[in-house]
């Protein structure tokens, strides 16, 4: 007879929940290999936003800080990087919903859910392969960004605390991801909340700078959640566009954490409370 | 097992949605060993009922045991204990056959080896061995169910539930799943099926509940519930409307029973025990009454027909299924 023993020790329960976790992620881990397209695609997709705003339209972006314009298309690569690196982790929220929804569709979440394996598995699993596959992302769009001409002007120290800035709002993300996965029932919805990153991202800092949109609309843009990251960024990879005067742009730094923390704060809970009353 | 020599146990389980009852007063018991049938049409409580059961869903009211264990108390030492084969194949269609359940018997908390070897034993025992490296979406629909229930084993479990296993298949893909499910009733594994097919439940089961409204409204062998419905029935087409009387008479005679009335198509309908001489019997009554008739013809009841006769209404559509 072929049967478990159930974890009798809180040791046993995290060793568990670990290992569960961690046989989630391997799933996905799996799909990249067995199945690379989606992945290529959204790599391709990153790259070609990147050409397509530094070259395309980037001659004809007015820079922050420097009245009369005039400047090196060169500025606005500098200017437009730190906004893609963020971009594409806002991207990766569409692929959490695609994700949690396509299991939940298609019974595997239920399979889950009725077996004996750590009930956090499934969302921790989860989280891990997003945040890994969001590290992988990061890393093309850095090559991206060398081959584009933008350097982090900054020290060590800041340069890599500019990217777990980035990261951080990632994992934030991700509990956003979750709780509309768990929310939406079809497809429709995953294609809306792919649909509406769009909007979301260009009414921030990303592409073009918050000062130039019409006063409501650049207080709007500047107090997005992803502007905070961006600006930040810029501050410490030393590329231009950041800063302003107020108080949103001048606390970038901080708010670059707050912001993240808080979106956790409201979405963690309400992602446990979605997939816990999936039995009621 | 808790030793209690019942699979399953439910008392007076409820769940309601809104205005909308799915389960009202259930009460199962399954023993040990047994298949059961849930028989039901759309609506009637059969999803519900195996959720609550797989601790998928929570009941309002009303208590259950699976395999020795309260469903609401001791949900981890029922999920060690049962398989659980939804309407959806619930399979990565990415992975193959062999990572799907490499995977879920890593889940399960085999060792990697152990995952790997159940897995190949798995693989061979549902005529799966020859997929390789196929990603599941390519499998036919069969090939997937085999697969689901095959993910559903890893642990021999006590307690299987099928939820509708055979909807969606063709009747080769069907055969199949029927047979797998016979090998492992004679394995021991105690079953719980829900469906919407009398036939089915005829095939496999030893026990069939017909549930209606969220209640279990008959209970019995499919001899002890044929008998009360009537394992065949005759149907006879008139030609004149004013025939049909007379038609009705030397039914309900031979037949034992009221035979149902379809006055629009002429057509005379009623339950039969001795499928071969009530047949001669009518056809002879009939030729002496001086009627001839259109068509004669035996056939098992349908689901209609058995809710009809148990429930006194129609199946019908009479709520949505709600957990679905």
Known sequence: MTTSVLPQTATDRLRWAVADGWTVTRRDLAHWVRQPGPVIFSLLFSVMIVLMFGYLFGGAMAMPGRAGGGQASGDYREFLMPGMFVMTMLFGVGETVSAVTADARKGVTDRFRAMPMAPSAVVVGRGTADMLNAILVLLVMIACGFAVGWRAHGGVPETVLAFVLVLLLRFALIWIGIYLGLIIKGEEGVTMVQTLEFPLGFLSSAFVAPSTMPGWLGAVAEWNPLSSTILATRELFGNPGWGGDSWITQHALLMAIVWPLLLVAIFFPLAVRRYAALGR | ?324
Request: charged residues 25%; aromatic residues 4%.
């Open chain 2, 1 to 324: 097992m808790g030793g209690t020599g019942r699979a399953v146990s439910a008392e007076g389980l409820g769940k309601r949605y809104g205005e909308t009852a799915a389960l009202d007063g259930f009460d199962l018991t399954v023993p040990e060993g047994t298949v059961c049938g849930l028989l039901g049409p759309n609506g009637a409580g059969k999803t519900t009922a195996v959720r609550i059961l797989a601790t998928l869903l929570r009941p309002d009211g009303g208590r259950a045991e699976v395999a020795g264990f309260d469903v609401a108390s001791r949900p981890a030492e029922v999920r060690a204990s049962i398989g659980l084969v939804g309407q959806h194949a619930a399979v990565d269609e990415v992975l193959s056959g062999k990572q799907n359940l490499e995977m879920f018997g890593r889940l399960y908390h085999l060792s990697p080896g152990r995952a790997r070897r159940r897995a190949d034993e798995l693989l061979a025992r549902f005529e799966l061995a020859g997929t390789g490296n196929k990603p599941a979406k390519q499998y036919s629909g069969g090939m997937r169910r085999r697969l689901d229930l095959a993910a559903s084993l890893i642990l021999e479990p006590a307690v299987l539930f099928l939820d509708e296993p055979t909807t969606g298949l063709d009747p080769r893909s069907r055969n199949e799943v029927w047979e797998a499910v016979r090998s492992l009733v004679d394995g021991g594994t105690s079953v719980l099926l829900t469906t919407q097919y009398l036939d089915e439940a005829d095939q496999l089961a030893g026990q069939i509940a017909v549930l209606d409204r969220g209640r279990v409204v008959a209970n019995g062998t499919p001899d002890r519930l044929k008998s009360l419905i009537g394992a065949e029935r005759i149907d006879v087409v008139v030609h004149h409307a004013g025939e049909i009387s007379t038609a009705v008479a030397v039914i309900g005679r031979i037949s034992g029973n009221d035979p149902e009335l379809d006055v629009d198509n002429r057509r005379i309908s009623a339950p039969v025990r001795d499928r071969v001489a009530a047949l001669t019997d009518v056809v002879r009554a009939l030729h002496d009454a001086g009627i001839e008739a259109e068509d004669i013809a035996l056939r098992r009841p349908t689901l209609d027909e058995v809710f009809l006769r148990l429930t006194g209404h129609r199946a019908g559509r009479p709520a949505e299924e709600v957990a679905t």
